[in-house]
């Protein structure tokens, strides 16, 4: 007998064996609850006991399981507020949910197009799906990025991501169509008679209003010490883009913080810091940079450029410290407040090591004077 939390809404026994099919099976339990959680026991071959019971919460709505086929195997679909997909694999159990909509009611399906689906009730729709991985994670969504995102940070009150996107022998939008515009001009200027005149403003025109598609082509390759940045913010949701800055060329962002300013602590601000026509084999002997300093609505839906302020050596990372803004450039460590036009430095310490990616603080700690 197996005492349960909440009501029992749907059962089913589920056999498993091992990977190479030696070995007994094993025979497992499965409840839904009402509650909207999930049990799961094992049950004794021989004396029937139930042991090794585990919980898993699935939704607001009851739940309910279902015996399907994946992968020639047995396999468990539950249904609650949201889709899940009990499996074997690898000998061990994977619970998985589904990016789908709420399924009501679900059954194994098999036709030549399908051998091994899953048909589906959802509202008055009925469904047809197949799993074509196990082991793959089944709610997964890509969202397509101009350059190789770098850093990201999470706004605190909005579903949205702030991220720094950097790639080096890239061009900017600005200077790959001044490029376009200025090999469209030559084409226009070797012309020679009326007929050449005429081919090559088509040929320009196309040059100028036609760009191909880089998912298909490839972006445009630039020389070494070429580098090109966005800073983009992104609704993690829909995918929608909601605020997109681009960097001038050779400008690589490099890090990105949130900085809540003692002298405005209504308001919340994203730093981004960067290197300038760093070369990527004289990484050490950069010697400028630059700090973004960004205000972000109180919604999180949008963010403005407020200054820009020169740095005399590359910024590799930003951290928020007492209401400044600690920043690692090189082998410094430099504490900047906020100003109107530029942020403020205010002490700078020498340090020992190269600061490279990332600086963290705790409470006790004091910088110097």
């Given at each position: 007998?197996?005492?349960?939390p909440?009501?029992?809404?749907?059962?089913?026994?589920?056999?498993?064996t091992?990977?190479?099919?030696k070995?007994?099976?094993?025979?497992?339990l499965?409840?839904?609850?009402?509650?909207?959680?999930?049990l799961?026991?094992?049950?004794?071959?021989?004396t029937?006991?139930?042991m090794?019971t585990r919980?898993?919460?699935?939704?607001?709505?009851?739940?309910?399981?279902f015996?399907v086929?994946?992968?020639n195997?047995?396999?468990?679909?539950?249904?609650?507020?949201?889709?899940?997909?009990?499996?074997?694999?690898?000998?061990?159990?994977?619970?998985?949910?589904?990016?789908?909509v709420?399924?009501?009611?679900?059954?194994?399906?098999?036709?030549?197009?399908?051998?091994?689906?899953?048909?589906a009730?959802a509202?008055?729709?009925?469904?047809?799906?197949a799993v074509e991985?196990?082991?793959?994670?089944?709610?997964?969504?890509?969202?397509?990025?101009?350059?190789?995102?770098?850093r990201?940070i999470?706004?605190?009150l909005?579903?949205?991501?702030?991220?720094?996107?950097?790639?080096?022998?890239?061009?900017t939008?600005?200077?790959?169509?001044?490029k376009?515009?200025?090999?469209a001009?030559?084409?226009?200027?070797?012309?020679?008679?009326?007929?050449?005149?005429?081919?090559?403003?088509?040929?320009?025109?196309?040059?100028?209003?036609?760009?191909?598609?880089e998912?298909?082509?490839?972006?445009?390759?630039?020389?070494?010490?070429?580098?090109?940045?966005?800073?983009?913010?992104?609704?993690?949701?829909?995918?929608?883009?909601?605020?997109?800055?681009?960097?001038?060329?050779?400008?690589?962002?490099?890090?990105?913080?949130?900085?809540?300013?003692a002298?405005?602590?209504?308001?919340?601000?994203a730093?981004?810091?960067?290197?300038?026509?760093?070369?990527?084999?004289?990484?050490?002997?950069?010697?400028?940079?630059?700090?973004?300093?960004?205000?972000?609505t109180a919604?999180?839906?949008?963010?403005?450029?407020i200054?820009?302020?020169?740095?005399?050596?590359?910024?590799?990372?930003i951290?928020?410290?007492?209401?400044?803004a600690?920043?690692?450039?090189?082998?410094?460590?430099r504490?900047?407040?906020?100003?109107?036009?530029k942020?403020?430095?205010?002490c700078?310490?020498?340090?020992?090591v190269?600061?490279?990616?990332?600086?963290?603080?705790?409470?006790?700690?004091?910088?110097?004077?």
């Amino acid at each position: 007998m197996q005492a349960l939390p909440s009501q029992p809404e749907s059962l089913l026994l589920l056999e498993t064996t091992s990977e190479d099919g030696k070995g007994s099976s094993t025979i497992h339990l499965n409840i839904g609850l009402q509650n909207g959680c999930l049990l799961r026991t094992t049950v004794d071959n021989v004396t029937g006991d139930m042991m090794d019971t585990r919980t898993r919460y699935l939704g607001t709505r009851p739940v309910r399981v279902f015996r399907v086929r994946s992968q020639n195997k047995d396999a468990v679909l539950c249904t609650s507020s949201r889709s899940w997909l009990l499996y074997h694999y690898q000998n061990r159990f994977h619970l998985t949910p589904l990016s789908y909509v709420t399924l009501e009611s679900a059954s194994s399906f098999s036709s030549e197009q399908c051998l091994e689906g899953i048909v589906a009730i959802a509202e008055n729709t009925l469904r047809i799906m197949a799993v074509e991985k196990l082991g793959a994670s089944f709610n997964h969504i890509t969202y397509p990025l101009k350059f190789t995102p770098r850093r990201m940070i999470v706004h605190p009150l909005a579903t949205s991501l702030m991220m720094i996107e950097t790639d080096h022998a890239a061009y900017t939008t600005i200077t790959l169509d001044k490029k376009r515009n200025d090999m469209a001009d030559d084409i226009v200027r070797l012309a020679t008679d009326m007929e050449e005149v005429e081919l090559a403003k088509e040929i320009a025109d196309v040059l100028r209003n036609n760009r191909p598609d880089e998912t298909v082509y490839g972006a445009a390759k630039a020389a070494p010490g070429k580098w090109a940045s966005v800073v983009r913010l992104l609704n993690v949701k829909s995918g929608e883009v909601l605020s997109l800055f681009e960097l001038p060329q050779d400008e690589a962002a490099k890090c990105i913080a949130l900085v809540q300013f003692a002298s405005h602590q209504d308001t919340l601000m994203a730093l981004v810091g960067c290197t300038i026509s760093q070369k990527l084999s004289q990484v050490a002997k950069s010697t400028r940079g630059c700090i973004y300093t960004f205000l972000l609505t109180a919604a999180g839906d949008r963010f403005e450029l407020i200054h820009r302020t020169e740095t005399p050596y590359p910024v590799n990372a930003i951290h928020d410290f007492r209401g400044s803004a600690l920043v690692g450039m090189s082998n410094h460590l430099r504490l900047y407040e906020f100003g109107k036009k530029k942020l403020l430095a205010k002490c700078e310490n020498k340090v020992s090591v190269l600061i490279r990616h990332q600086l963290f603080s705790c409470c006790s700690c004091h910088f110097p004077p």
